[in-house]
């Protein structure tokens, strides 16, 4: 696989963004776990930019997923 060149800062970060919104797309109606927390922490596709999305997304604790699981067993609710 070949990978790909940036040719500046500017564009890693433009791709990287792109791509963000495009995990967002795909978690918000898929994925019911970070769905709700993405909702949530007022994030969706149109994702300003990265560091709003570092600001606003809460980190995932252990706990959370213990209780996600406890309450849709055997897996939780997390299936991307």
């Given at each position: 696989?070949?990978?790909?060149?940036?040719?500046?800062?500017?564009?890693?970060?433009?791709?990287?963004?792109?791509?963000?919104?495009?995990?967002?797309?795909?978690?918000?109606?898929?994925?019911?776990f970070y769905g709700a927390i993405?909702?949530?922490?007022?994030?969706?596709?149109?994702c300003a930019d990265i560091d709003t999305f570092i600001k606003q997304m809460p980190v995932t604790t252990k706990q959370q997923i213990i209780e996600d699981q406890q309450q849709y067993p055997p897996y939780g609710s997390n299936l991307t």
């Open positions: 696989m070949k990978r790909k060149q940036f040719r500046n800062r500017q564009t890693i970060e433009a791709h990287q963004l792109a791509a963000l919104r495009q995990l967002i797309a795909t978690f918000l109606p898929s994925n019911p993405l909702q949530t922490a007022g994030l969706d596709a149109e």
